[in-house]
């Protein structure tokens, strides 16, 4: 099995900064990409931003230039920066991560959330 443990979040004023974290533990042979999905209240779940274990990032529009993806490999872990933070950032952020537990055997998994929010 494999569990993704979240961090992070918490309470900002905008402006502020916040660094999530998520690691990755439990049968792993080889993590794809990891990366940020989040759902604001009433709005449904989108990417923030994903990593793939090569490097390669991908970042929602609204957050490019204000957010940072990156990852350490050999702890199976990703962490997100999010510097100039603004209220329409406040959500519930989930950690993603593709795993493969077995040579062409790919599976998606999910963390429970972290509440992120932005007053203003």
């Known amino acids: 099995q494999v569990q993704l443990v979240e961090s992070g979040g918490g309470l900002v004023q905008a402006g502020g900064s916040l660094r999530l974290s998520c690691a990755a533990s439990?049968?792993?042979?080889?993590?794809?990409?990891m990366g940020w999905y989040r759902r604001a209240p009433g709005k449904q779940r989108e990417l923030v931003a994903v990593?793939?274990?090569?490097?390669?990032?991908n970042y929602r529009d609204s957050v490019k230039g204000r957010f940072t993806i990156s990852r350490d490999n050999a702890k199976n872990t990703v962490y997100l920066q999010m510097n100039s933070l603004k209220p329409e950032d406040t959500a519930v952020y989930y950690c993603y991560a593709q795993v493969s537990v077995h040579p062409r055997h790919e599976y998606d998994y999910w963390g429970q959330g972290t509440q992120v929010t932005v007053s203003s």
């Open positions: 439990g049968s792993i042979f080889s993590i794809n990409a």
């Open positions: 990593i793939t274990s090569g490097g390669s990032t």
